[in-house]
């Protein structure tokens, strides 16, 4: 069974910046397209970034140019610099295969103004 760990959340300031890390087990983690989902208090989870095995990213509009999904095959590790932190950046970070439905604990990014 897949289980995803992440970490590297925690209360920032506007304008700072975090590093959150997930880790992946009982995958072939090199084969999956990753994706890092944020959920907003009140709000539905979204995709914000996205890697592809060839190492090919996208990006949310709101996160486009802040943020930077990466990978580490060797690690079975996927990562997401957060920079420029904005308060409306504030939720729950999942990450997950994309496509999965099996979810992580999350972990909390709190952004205040």
């Known amino acids: 069974q897949v289980q995803l760990v992440e970490s590297g959340g925690g209360l920032v300031q506007a304008g700072g910046s975090l590093r959150l890390s997930c880790t992946v087990s009982?995958?072939?983690?090199?084969?999956?397209?990753m994706g890092w989902y944020r959920q907003a208090p009140g709000k539905q989870r979204e995709l914000v970034a996205r890697?592809?095995?060839?190492?090919?990213?996208n990006y949310a509009d709101s996160v486009k140019g802040r943020f930077t999904i990466s990978r580490d095959n060797a690690k079975n590790t996927v990562y997401l610099q957060m920079n420029s932190l904005k308060p409306e950046d504030t939720g729950v970070y999942y990450c997950n295969i994309i496509g999965s439905s099996n979810w992580g604990q999350g972990t909390q990014v709190t952004v205040s103004s």
């Open positions: 890697i592809s095995r060839d190492d090919s990213t």
């Open positions: 009982g995958s072939t983690f090199r084969l999956n397209a």
